[in-house]
């Protein structure tokens, strides 16, 4: 997986499928919390710390945004 | 006295080898700003030829770059369009050091600006309109990426006028060449206005892309800009390459080097001259600041 970092958000190309990906400020930000320790829960804490959001609200993002992660191959579940 | 055949279009070299005596007059006279006696040996060998008659078939023209058959066109009004699309398609394989994007391509004080967008969304008009304000033409169709040093070239094509657009062109001074109408497929009517014929110096040089213009046209639309993130704009260009799989340098990585150095917007395009104001005044400011900060 090829990660380029643009501001904020990251152009991922994946030689595997030929396909490129672009994440926005968000999604990148779970993108580098996936680290394999943290849980979606832990992650959802991190969002609502930075962002004007409710843990609620963040988890809910954080399971939508996994989820696509796993469909577009861009995770591994440990 | 025979037509010239060869010409160095910008960065392209185009050999018109064999073609019915009036297209390559056609062809010739668009190009004879062009016209070269020096060939390179890496071109674009363009052929026309005709198909035999036949009782049961219709006779064609057949299109064939490279000796390759690409287009069949059965009117003469569409082959040189199609000849013009022909060699466009062909760069990929000639001239893979380039990156190909799908865009209007045009310099002003040594800054490339591009207008990626699919067709129909006011790339040609929009070129014509700043074009005729003193910027420079690269090309109205592709944008040729240095895969290596991420600059834009030229490749100088005349400029491709649907039929919508033929009056703008006429007020702007820029008559259709030869005043000649042809048939482009679906796009239908179309002409072209060759820029080195509206002013001796209109072809800019190699440059650094300095913007990226994603514009589409809204009939009566407030002309406005929207910044677009960088990786959202990489993300695009990816979708308007051409040879995204074939220049020898991964598309990623070149796009997401030529945003790196570019700002980046979506363009709602409505009156052209309000339009034209509207981007000089975006890159005469970005002018400024780099003087500023210089």
Redesign the interface.
């Known amino acids: 997986m090829v990660v380029h970092v643009l501001d904020d958000e990251a152009l991922i190309y994946d030689p595997r499928t030929a396909d490129t990906h672009r994440l926005n400020e968000t999604a990148m930000f779970v993108w580098k919390q996936c680290d394999g320790v943290q849980t979606n829960d832990d992650i959802a804490v991190r969002i609502s710390d930075v962002y004007d959001v409710t843990q609620n609200e963040a988890l809910e993002h954080v399971n939508r945004v996994l989820d696509e992660f796993s469909q577009r191959g861009l995770l591994e579940k440990f | 006295m025979s037509e010239p055949n060869h010409f160095q279009i910008g960065v392209v070299h185009v050999t018109l080898d064999t073609a019915p005596r009036r297209l390559t007059r056609e062809y010739s006279s668009l190009y004879a700003p062009f016209a070269t006696l020096n060939p390179s040996h890496k071109k674009v060998r363009v052929s026309v030829l005709r198909t035999p008659w036949s009782a049961r078939k219709r006779r064609r023209f057949q299109v064939c770059i490279n000796g390759r058959l690409l287009y069949s066109p059965t009117h003469f009004c569409s082959v040189l369009p199609h000849v013009e699309w022909a060699v466009s398609w062909e760069l990929q394989h000639a001239y893979p050091r380039f990156f190909q994007l799908h865009a209007a391509t045009l310099e002003i004080d040594g800054m490339g600006v591009v207008f990626p967008g699919q067709s129909g969304v006011g790339k040609s008009t929009l070129s014509l309109g700043l074009f005729n304000r003193g910027w420079n033409y690269l090309c109205d169709e592709f944008a040729l990426i240095d895969a290596e040093t991420l600059e834009v070239h030229p490749y100088p094509r005349a400029i491709c006028v649907k039929e919508p657009s033929f009056a703008i062109a006429e007020s702007l001074g820029m008559p259709l060449h030869g005043g000649r109408r042809y048939w482009k497929g679906v796009k239908g009517p179309v002409g072209f206005v060759q820029p080195l014929s509206v002013r001796s110096n209109a072809i800019g040089r190699a440059c650094p892309v300095r913007f990226v213009i994603f514009p589409q046209y809204q009939e009566k639309a407030e002309p406005t800009l929207i910044p677009m993130?960088?990786?959202?704009t990489?993300?695009q260009l990816?979708e308007a390459a051409f040879n995204r799989?074939a220049c020898h340098r991964?598309?990623?990585?070149i796009?997401?080097g030529l945003?790196?150095g570019a700002e980046c917007f979506r363009l709602i395009t409505g009156d052209l001259q309000q339009t034209c104001d509207l981007i000089q005044n975006l890159v005469r400011f970005n002018g400024e600041r780099c003087a500023r900060s210089a």
Do not use: K, Y
């Open positions: 993130s960088r990786a959202e990489a993300f990816h799989f991964p598309a990623h990585e796009l997401t945003v790196r």
